[in-house]
C-alpha cells in the first residue's frame, strides 16, 4: 500500500492551493480518506474526512475555505485550500482505512506554507 501527496508549497495568504493523494494498492473506493495536519510544535490534527459514500466533515477553522473530495477513477483524494491563512501552514498528510477497527495507511506528508 502506498499513498503519494503532492501539491501544496508556498503561498501568500488569501491564496489558493489543491493537494491531492494517489492511493496504491487498495480498493480506495471502500476508504474513507482523510487529510491531517502538523503544525511546528502543535499536535497532528484531522483537517477533513470523506468517506466511501462521499460524506464530508471538516475542523472547524477550515470549514467554508476547504474542500475534500475524491475520484475513484483515479484513486486519488484532493483537498482543495481557499482563503490560506498563515495559521494553516503545516505539513499535511493523507490517510486510508477501511474500518474504524483496520489498519491506517499513510502518506509522506506534502508541506504548505502560507505566508503573510
Known amino acids: 500500500v502506498q499513498l503519494q501527496a503532492s501539491g501544496g508549497g508556498l503561498v501568500q495568504a488569501g491564496e489558493s492551493t489543491r493537494l491531492s493523494c494517489v492511493a496504491f494498492?487498495?480498493?480506495?473506493?471502500?476508504?474513507?480518506m482523510r487529510w491531517y495536519r502538523r503544525a511546528p510544535g502543535k499536535q497532528r490534527e484531522l483537517v477533513a474526512t470523506?468517506?466511501?459514500?462521499?460524506?464530508?466533515n471538516y475542523l472547524d477553522s477550515v470549514q467554508g475555505r476547504f474542500t475534500i473530495s475524491r475520484d475513484n477513477a483515479k484513486n486519488t483524494v484532493y483537498l482543495q485550500m481557499n482563503s490560506l491563512k498563515p495559521e494553516d501552514t503545516a505539513v499535511y498528510y493523507c490517510s486510508a482505512r477501511r474500518h474504524s477497527f483496520s489498519v491506517e495507511f499513510w502518506g509522506q506528508g506534502t508541506q504548505v506554507t502560507v505566508s503573510s
Open positions: 470523506i468517506s466511501s459514500g462521499h460524506s464530508t
Open positions: 494498492g487498495i480498493i480506495f473506493n471502500a476508504h474513507t
